[in-house]
């Protein structure tokens, strides 16, 4: 949520961010509302002093035996309207507190301009993509050759956008989860975590989700929700409380299933693993100073970077356009890995600074040591990596002539065997 005090020193800031973002001017309506929300606080205010010296008044009246007629009808229209007012500030505060939410974040000025993913800008590249000497297939062909991808049973039974992974690639799927969690965990200092899988509203609402993505959320019937990544999770780890400085940044990983309706993605990636339903990805958590975010993002992005490079899959890093970036986001990193089934780059992890975007939604804080007051924390998200994106990227990257597919070195020790061969 953006510092509206931010906003009211800064005239022309947030519509020009918003304008960058593709979006339509909201700050003339926020002020507007949070003048109002003020107005009616004040006003009430006002009438619960007013009724306080009332009351002290008519007390003493009394105990002197005075006439208190006039006195208790001021009261009575005090309370009356005081009852008016907190219904007004009430509404006025909800209306502003709404529009608030709607908001995204205002980017960071190191991102590009632009409306949509055509202004991303690439920063760097990491391996070549490979020279087939065959025509390479596609993930969702190689799987089904193999008869351990089947999307007709899964369809029957759960509808579309959902896969049946059998034999050695449901193998391999946990091979590359295992993979991942050891690397950041052993490697990159992250904390491995296991989390819940249904979040409250309040927790959604903390990290963005709320409102602005219900659709894409699966909802439960006791109105929880299904969470659409662990950083929903993890970053809720502190909703609420204030940490303390010398224990920042706090780095999290998790391995979870996560579920997203794919509301706004109709017609789009239908055939194959790309975008389900269901899917299994392993997610980066950091908390940290203000200070130290900057660092962090880019520490962030290399820890996922080197999954990717561990295996040996060519990939590129851009920076996302203004238009492009999430709701949440100040600046964001996608890794983009390559798919020669595809003959394209295909997003495989998103990492976002998120400043006190979500801090201030979940009220996180820390106390800082030199000013001695609370402060809010930053937050930063990463994929390490989308696990289903990288079953495809290393079987069609690794696919052979004959249907096989070979096992990325480092992965091997996981997996348990070099190849996994073509059905006979």
Known sequence: ?????????????????????????????????DEKSRASQTKLQELQQERNKNSEAFGKAKAKGEDTSALQQRMELLKKEMAEMTEV?????????????TIPNIPSDECPIGIDENANV???????????DFKPLEHHELGTNLGMMDFEKSAR????????????IARLERALAQFMLDVHTKENGYTEVYVPLILEQKAMFGVGQLPKFEEDLFKTTIGSYLIP?????????YNGEILIEKELP?????????????????????????????????????????????AEHERMTECAEGILKKLNLPFRTVVLSTGDMGFSSEKTYDLEVWLPGQDKYREISSC???????????????????TGKNEFVHTLNGSGIAVGRCLIAVMENYQQKDGSIEIPEALVPYFGKEKIDARK
């Open 352 to 370: 976002s600074r998120c400043n006190n975007f979500k801090a201030r939604r979940m009220n996180t804080r820390y106390k800082n040591e030199k």
């Open 250 to 294: 706090l780095r999290y990983t998790a391995y979870t299933p996560c579920f997203r309706s794919e509301a706004g993605s109709a017609g789009r990636d239908t055939v194959g693993m790309l975008r389900q339903h269901q899917f299994g990805k392993v997610e980066l958590v950091s908390i940290t100073t203000p200070e130290q975010s900057i």
């Open 122 to 132: 690439e920063i760097r590249r990491f391996g070549e993509p490979r020279k087939f």
């Open 157 to 168: 039974i759960a509808g579309s956008r959902f896969v049946f992974l059998f034999s050695e």
């Open 1 to 33: 949520m953006i510092d509206i005090n931010f906003v009211r020193k800064n005239p022309g800031i947030l519509d020009k961010a918003l304008k960058n973002r593709n979006k339509v001017p909201a700050e003339a309506k926020l002020l507007e509302l």
């Open 229 to 237: 990544t662990a950083e929903a999770s993890l970053t809720n780890i």
């Open 89 to 101: 500030a009430n509404k006025t505060k909800a209306e502003f507190m709404d529009l608030l939410a």
